[in-house]
T-cell receptor, first 115, second 115 residues
């Protein structure tokens, strides 16, 4: 595809339910990042993938959050037993090479609302 | 620790006037600095980056940024603001220390260009 895509664009769920958020990076991009954008919290890093491995999971807020990446492409962020404080916009980004100089390209985000 | 500060929550400017959105940084080693813009209900769009070389970096939509090492600043500028420039602007530094190259974002500055 031409850019990073994410689905669903919006998700409303009830407290306690599990949700899965999907990210399709730009074809050929090996590095993939998940960020969360919360009101009053700004943008925070969640997890980083290089290929299918996740060398940095330091931003995941709790063990209810997990992510995987398969085939070096699509990534899924899963939130189990959702809580109201999980409500945020979840952004995915990818870059072509792993390195400081590379620009990250962001998807449109998934807006999650936990009732 | 690497960090970025955007001291202004909001900047108002009249259409046609020059605009400046401020960003200061704190890094160990060489700074890799980025500006992104976010329009309502959309993901982050890359504007420009400083890696090395000329201190004045030109980017998309007529924006430019000046890297000032002595003041540890990377302010975003545009000579003549447009109403369509109204958006949320984020400054980011690449986290070199962690080895993952994730972004560390500022809290964002909302730019309002008044007609």
């Amino acid at each position: 595809g031409a850019g990073v895509s994410q689905s669903p664009s919006n998700k409303v769920t009830e407290k306690g339910k599990d949700v899965e958020l999907r990210c399709d990076p730009i074809s050929g991009h090996t590095a993939l990042y998940w960020y969360r954008q919360s009101l009053g919290q700004g943008l925070e890093f969640l997890i980083y993938f290089q290929g299918n491995s996740a060398p940095d999971k330091s931003g995941l807020p709790s063990d209810r959050f997990s992510a995987e990446r398969t085939g070096g492409s699509v990534s899924t962020l899963t939130i189990q037993r959702t809580q109201q404080e999980d409500s945020a916009v979840y952004l995915c980004a990818s870059s072509s090479l792993d390195g400081a100089r590379q620009t990250q390209y962001f998807g449109p985000g998934t807006r999650l609302l936990v009732l | 620790a690497q960090s970025v500060a955007q001291p202004e929550d909001q900047v108002n400017v009249a259409e046609g006037n020059p605009l400046t959105v401020k960003c200061t940084y704190s890094v160990s080693g060489n700074p890799y600095l980025f500006w992104y813009v976010q329009y309502p209900n959309r993901g982050l769009q890359f504007l420009l980056k400083y890696i090395t070389g000329d201190n004045l970096v030109k980017g998309s939509y007529g924006f430019e940024a000046e890297f000032n090492k002595s003041q540890t600043s990377f302010h975003l500028k545009k000579p003549s603001a447009l109403v369509s420039d109204s958006a949320l602007y984020f400054c980011a530094v690449r986290d070199i220390a962690s080895g993952t190259y994730k972004y560390i974002f500022g809290t964002g500055t909302r730019l309002k260009v008044l007609a």
